[in-house]
C-alpha cells in the first residue's frame, strides 16, 4: 500500500506569496467542507465483460483487500440531527480519529490497467449530463467494474455509494495531497492548506480551526441565523414570492458567514465562490479566472485588512490555535472557509426549496411538523440533489478518481427507492459531508442554517409552486439553480 509523500510541512508559496496560492482554491467536497482533504485515486477495477454503453472497460486481477477504516461519524452526526430537531448538536469526526473497523474494498487497479477504449459518452463533464445527471448515474452504478475509466480524461469514475465511500475513507491511499482538484499539485506548484494536505500536515491544520466548527461553537449563531432567515422569509413572503436564488439561497450564507468570520463579504463574494468552484472543474469558462481575480484583488485589499479583530477571521489569519498555520496557510484558510461555505450552501438551499416545490406531498408533510422535520428535510436533500458534483482524489501509481457524489447518493443498493425524494427517510447514510478523517467541518453550519430555513419557510407559508424560468447552473463541479422563480401563500 502506498504511503503519502507529504511530511508536517506544506509546499512554501515562494517569491509569489498567497496570490497563486489562492488561485489553487477550487471547489471543496461536501457542503462547506472548510477543511475537507481526503484520499487520492488509484485503486479498484473489477473486469468488464461484454459491454457497450459508451465507457472504457478496465481489466485487472488484483485481489480484494481489507483495508481498516477509520469510523464514518457522518452518519451518527445526521441521525442525531434528524432525531433531536436540530443541526447544532450533531457530531464531527476528528481528525485524530483511530481505527476501529475494517470493511472490504473493492478489487484495486494496478499501475497499469488494461483500457479497451469505447467512445466519450461516458464522461460526466458533458453539456448533456450536467442538467439531469441521474439517469447517467444509474448506467454507471449498472456497470459490472467498480471504477469506471473515461476515455481522454484520464481518470476513474466511483459511481456506487459502497466505492465512492472506500475512496473517501481510505485516505491512506487515496491521497490530498497529490491534489484533489482537476490539475494536480505537481503541476500547479502549490496546494491549497486544507484540501490538499494528508496527515500529519492535515491534521495540524485543521486542529488550527477545529475548535470554531464544533457544534457548540456554531450553536452561538442560532440567534444570528434565526434573525437572518426570519427577515429573508419575511420579505419573500410579502411579495407572494421571486427568485429564491437571489433572494433567499445567496444572501443568507453569505450574511451568516460574515457573522460567523467577523469580516464583511461583499453580494460579488458568491460570484467570486462560484467561479472557483468551476475553476476546478474540467474545460473551466473563459472568465471564470476573470471573476476570481475580482476574490484576489478585494482579499487582498480592504478585505482581510478589515476583519474584526476579536473573530474568528483575525484569529486564522494570526496562525490559528497553537500556531497550527505556517507562513501563509492562514491567509490561504480564510479563503477557502469563504469559498467552500458560500457556494456549497447557496444550491443546499436552492435545490432543497426546488425538492419541496416539486414534491407537494413532501412539502405538506413538513407544514404538518415542521420543528420535528426540518431536520430530516436537510439531510434528505443533501443526498437527493447534493450541490457538489465530484472530487478527485490521486495515489502515487494509480489513475485518479472522480468520486461522483450524486451518483453514490441515488445507489439502490443503499437506499430504498433512492430517486424518490422522502423527507421521512433515514438519509444519514449519505456522501454530501464527505465520510472518514475528513468529513465536513462546516457540516453542523449547513444543518444549522438548512434546518433553520426550511422550519421556518413551512411555518409561514402554505404552498410553494415553481414558476417558468427557473434554470439550472452550467457549472461541471456544482449541482444548482442560477434562477428559481417560485410563486408563495402566507399561511
Not at 91 to 100: N, R
Request: with cysteine; proline share 7%; aromatic share 6%.
Amino acid at each position: 500500500m502506498p504511503s503519502t509523500a507529504y511530511s508536517d510541512s506544506t509546499q512554501p508559496f515562494g517569491t509569489e506569496g498567497p496570490v497563486l496560492a489562492l488561485a489553487r482554491l477550487m471547489p471543496f467536497p461536501p457542503v462547506i467542507s472548510f477543511v475537507t482533504a481526503a484520499a487520492g485515486p488509484g485503486t479498484g477495477a473489477s473486469a468488464a465483460l461484454g459491454t457497450d454503453d459508451g465507457c472504457v472497460d478496465v481489466e485487472d486481477e488484483d485481489a480484494t483487500e481489507d483495508f481498516g477504516l477509520e469510523p464514518d461519524e457522518h452518519a451518527a452526526s445526521a441521525r442525531a440531527n434528524t432525531a433531536r430537531g436540530g443541526t447544532t448538536r450533531c457530531l464531527i469526526g476528528a481528525v485524530w480519529l483511530a481505527t476501529s473497523r475494517s470493511d472490504n474494498v473493492p478489487e484495486s487497479i494496478g499501475a497499469s490497467p488494461k483500457v479497451r477504449p469505447v467512445n466519450t459518452e461516458c464522461d460526466p463533464f458533458l453539456r448533456d449530463h450536467l442538467d439531469d445527471p441521474y439517469p447517467f448515474y444509474a448506467r454507471l452504478r449498472a456497470r459490472p467494474e467498480d471504477f469506471v475509466a473515461v476515455p481522454g480524461r484520464g481518470v476513474v469514475l466511483a459511481a456506487r455509494h459502497e466505492v465512492a465511500r472506500m475512496v473517501l475513507r481510505h485516505h491512506h491511499t487515496y491521497l490530498s495531497g497529490l491534489g484533489v482538484q482537476w490539475v494536480p499539485v505537481a503541476e500547479a506548484g502549490l496546494r491549497a492548506t486544507f484540501i490538499e494536505n494528508d496527515p500529519p500536515a492535515h491534521t495540524r491544520v485543521r486542529r488550527a480551526v477545529q475548535r470554531w466548527c464544533t457544534p457548540r461553537a456554531v450553536a452561538q449563531l442560532d440567534d444570528v441565523v434565526g434573525g437572518v432567515v426570519s427577515e429573508l422569509v419575511d420579505r419573500f413572503v410579502e411579495t407572494g414570492g421571486g427568485d429564491v436564488m437571489a433572494e433567499i439561497a445567496r444572501p443568507l450564507p453569505l450574511r451568516v458567514m460574515g457573522a460567523w468570520l467577523g469580516v464583511d463579504l461583499p453580494d460579488a463574494a458568491t460570484t467570486w465562490a462560484d467561479a472557483s468552484f468551476r475553476m476546478g472543474a474540467p474545460d473551466p469558462p473563459a472568465d471564470a479566472s476573470e471573476q476570481f481575480a475580482g476574490f484576489l484583488e478585494w482579499a487582498l485589499g480592504e478585505g482581510f485588512a478589515t476583519v474584526r479583530p476579536d473573530g474568528m477571521a483575525a484569529a486564522i489569519l494570526a496562525g490559528g490555535d497553537h500556531g497550527g498555520l505556517h507562513d501563509d496557510e492562514g491567509f490561504v484558510a480564510l479563503a477557502s472557509i469563504i469559498i467552500a461555505g458560500l457556494d456549497t450552501t447557496v444550491h443546499l438551499i436552492g435545490n432543497g426549496i426546488a425538492a419541496l416545490a416539486s414534491h407537494r406531498d413532501q412539502f405538506e408533510s413538513l407544514v404538518d411538523d415542521p420543528g420535528g422535520r426540518a431536520a430530516g428535510t436537510v439531510e434528505e436533500v443533501l443526498r437527493f440533489d447534493a450541490p457538489v458534483r465530484f472530487f478527485l482524489r490521486r495515489t502515487e501509481t494509480g489513475p485518479t478518481v472522480v468520486v461522483l457524489y450524486g451518483s453514490a447518493n441515488r445507489d439502490e443498493r443503499a437506499f430504498d427507492d433512492p430517486d424518490r425524494f422522502l423527507i421521512d427517510r433515514d438519509a444519514s447514510e449519505h456522501l454530501a459531508f464527505g465520510s472518514g478523517i475528513h468529513l465536513c467541518l462546516g457540516a453542523p453550519l449547513a444543518r444549522l442554517e438548512g434546518t433553520t430555513l426550511f422550519r421556518t419557510l413551512a411555518e409561514r407559508i402554505a404552498s410553494i409552486e415553481l414558476l417558468p424560468g427557473a434554470a439550472r447552473t452550467d457549472s461541471a463541479a456544482i449541482r444548482g439553480f442560477a434562477t428559481l422563480p417560485v410563486r408563495v401563500q402566507p399561511r
